[in-house]
């Protein structure tokens, strides 16, 4: 599902023509098999949100190559990149990123909308996908008015509507108390088993990694791959 | 995206700064309007200057002179052959010295006209039928209200201009004249003495009665008899009222008007007039002519129209700048999500568009409303302020359709002009920027 090769990448900083280069992350490689849950785990500034950004197209990668369910995605033009993150990837945001000024069910149907779907089907998949998230009486609701725990609810059914194959979620349990974190973990699990969507997740809180079917680790911008859940347990 | 969720999604966001919208509406529908009213004027004067030429003459009308010489009734004959020619009239003045009919008398025009070639270039009656015979004249409209008694010496004496004027009425003919007949007098001049002749005077009969001018303030009272009566006219007369008749081998005219089918035949019949060392006039080569200096002044006026649109646009741009930066953090979530930057190009263009299709609406609707109102009070104001009457059929402002084509392009022309740079700058919106809320 995920092939990242060779992948490094730097960070330019200050005015142009006078930037510092800070490599952030150096020859990465990464496969994540469809059905799996893997967990990337790593020190505040290792590089880890910069790998997800990357292997989610917010960022281009210079050095390297990633494969995202069988499509070659670096080099991607932007408007590609957008068409191919509505079509095959589902994100979960620490900070939930809904937008403020929609209802709950719009910050749901949006992703619906934007792949042109009719009216009446987006309805019935909106209140669904918000039944199923368990959210059906806060479909009127704009993200300000929900708790922590239910805005993270919406942000799931909205990464869940168009039915991806791939989910991304970086630290999607950091703005959660520990009863939504446990009732999260859950449900992703469940998603995984049930439907055989595969999870990357960025995180650094070991209980969420606990999840994860296989956990690698990035110390200062390099991958230790291979470790199996078990053997980081141990 | 479809249109239809881009029209609600921009009409929800537009709903978000109803006042910041409003006002911008509003500036352009000021700037809209003043652009066409502006303009109105320019094409009020336009029309103004075209119904004036226009005021005696018809459009497929072309009238043809001779450099050297008057036009005889050869030319006329050369003149009729021309193809897409309708009719060739031809008339010439008659000496007369007065008309009456009893005690009433008029001093008018008598023109000898060929009266089928009239009819044909479109002459029409009100009443009776056209000369069959000699003695058989055709008036015109208002030539029975202009005979009038000889009023008595001093007779305006002690009265005010309304008076007199009211007592020149009273002396005017009353009645048709229709089938009466009317005294034609005719003075001549002895060619070798210079004296004057003993007036001689013929009985003609009205058997028609010319059409109403069009133009209110056109009076015509002039009296058209057959080239018969004209010839006798002559013998008895002379053409300069001399007495004598050379004899002419041609017949001559002293106009003599070609008439085509349809307006967009006359330059094609005037460019072959002229190849022919005709001289000719006609009212499409005058308003062509016209129409050049005009088009430069009005375009001149919307030029200056179109400063105050650029100004309304400066307010679109701002309004549209600053609805990107406080989107930025949505814009950024969409372009997460899978929102292509073409849509989110669109989704501003669109909301640019509509603040200018409501502006451009508003403004044209405005620019109607007080163009009519100008034009309406404009003759109140003239008579009350300035004691004069305001010419008939005047026009402060005209607004054709095509200035309001030309306004609404120009409006949205500059609207979207004005909300494609912030549109653009919404697809520029970095997602990770957007994402850590540091836009």
């Known amino acids: ?22 490599p952030v992350l150096h020859d990465i490689n990464l496969h994540v098999a469809q059905g799996e849950i893997v967990a990337v785990v790593g020190r505040s500034g290792s590089g880890k949100s910069t790998l997800l950004n990357l292997i989610s197209g917010f960022i281009q990668p210079e050095v390297g190559s990633i494969q995202l369910n069988g499509t070659q995605v670096s080099g991607l033009s932007e408007s590609k990149w957008a068409e191919f993150r509505l079509n095959n990837l589902g994100f979960i945001f620490q900070s939930f990123q809904l937008i403020p000024s929609m209802t709950a069910y719009e910050n749901v149907e949006f992703p619906l909308v934007l792949q042109g779907i009719g009216e009446k089907e987006r309805k019935e998949r909106t209140s669904e996908m918000l039944k199923r998230v368990g959210l059906d009486p806060y479909q009127a609701h704009y993200p300000g008015e929900l708790s922590g725990g239910q805005q993270q609810r919406v942000s799931i059914a909205r990464a869940l509507i168009l039915n991806p194959p791939l989910i991304l979620a970086d630290e999607p349990t950091g703005s959660l108390d520990s009863e939504n974190e446990k009732e999260l973990l859950t449900f992703i699990k469940e998603l995984n088993r049930k439907f055989g969507i595969t999870f990357l997740m960025i995180t650094h809180d070991h209980e969420v990694a606990s999840i994860a079917h296989r956990k690698v680790e990035i110390i200062d911008g390099y991958l230790q791959e291979g470790r199996k859940l078990h053997e980081v347990q141990r | 995206m ?75 004959k050369k003149l009729e052959k021309i193809g897409k020619v309708k009719a060739v009239t031809r008339k010439k003045s008659a000496p007369v010295d007065r008309v009456t009919i009893g005690d009433y008398q008029i001093m008018t025009n008598v023109m000898s006209a060929h009266m089928p070639s009239e009819k044909k270039a479109g002459f029409e009656l009100a009443k009776g039928r056209m000369p069959a015979s000699k003695n058989e004249v055709v008036v015109g409209y208002q030539f029975a209200q202009e005979l009038s008694k000889t009023p008595p010496k001093d007779f ?48 003609v009969k009205v058997v ?65 007039i002229e190849k022919m060392d005709y001289q000719t006039y006609s009212i499409i080569k005058e308003l062509k002519e016209m129409n050049v200096y005009f088009t430069l002044f009005k375009a001149g006026l919307i030029l200056i129209g179109a400063i105050a649109v650029l100004i309304a646009s400066i307010g679109i741009f701002n309004t549209m700048t600053m609805a990107v930066t406080e989107r930025s953090q949505d ?59 305001a010419p008939e059929g005047f026009m402060l402002s005209y607004i054709p359709w095509s200035l309001t084509v030309i306004a ?10 004005s909300g494609w740079r912030p549109a653009a700058k919404a697809t520029t919106v970095d997602v990770l920027k957007a994402l850590r809320r540091d836009v």
């Not at chain 1, 599902?1 to 800070?22: D, H, Q, R, T």
């Not at chain 2, 005017?172 to 034609?184: A, E, P, Q, R, V």
């Not at chain 2, 609404?408 to 002009?417: K, N, Q």
């Open chain 2, 331 to 389: 814009i950024g979530i969409m372009k997460a999500i899978g929102a292509t930057p073409k849509t989110i190009k669109r989704i501003f263009l669109l909301e640019s568009g509509y603040i200018g299709l409501w502006g451009v609406g508003l403004g044209t609707l405005l620019a109607y409303i007080v163009s009519y109102s100008v034009n309406f009070a404009f003759p109140i104001i003239v008579e009350q302020f300035m004691h004069e009457k």
């Open chain 2, 2 to 76: 479809r249109f239809k969720d881009k029209h609600r999604f921009v009409r929800s966001n537009m709903k978000k700064n109803k006042t910041r919208v409003w006002m911008t509406i509003l500036a352009s529908t000021i700037g809209c309007a003043f652009l066409i009213m502006l303009a109105s004027v320019g094409f009020a004067v336009h029309k103004s200057a075209i119904d004036n030429v226009m005021e005696f003459r018809m459009v497929n009308e072309i009238t043809v002179n001779k450099e050297n010489g008057e036009m005889n009734e050869k030319d006329v």
């Open chain 2, 156 to 203: 305006a004496n002690g009265l005010s201009e309304e008076e007199a004027q009211k007592k020149l009425k009273e002396l005017s003919y009353k009645g048709d004249i229709l089938n009466k007949t009317l005294t034609y007098h005719l003075k001549g001049k002895d060619s070798e003495t210079q004296s004057n002749t003993p007036e001689k005077t013929l009985e």
């Open chain 2, 208 to 272: 028609g009665i010319g059409k109403k001018p069009v133009k209110e303030w056109i009076s015509d009272n002039s009296v058209f008899i057959t080239d018969d009566l004209y010839n006798e006219v002559i013998s008895l007369v002379g053409e300069d009222g001399s007495g004598t008749n050379p004899a002419k081998e041609v017949k001559t005219y002293d106009e003599v008007k070609v008439y085509t089918a349809t307006a967009e035949d006359v330059k094609a019949v005037t460019d072959k």
């Open chain 1, 1 to 22: 599902m995920i092939s990242v090769e060779n992948l490094s990448y730097a960070f330019k900083i200050g005015k142009k023509g006078k930037e510092n280069i800070v």
């Open chain 2, 408 to 417: 609404v392009t120009i409006c949205m022309g500059v609207t979207l002009l």
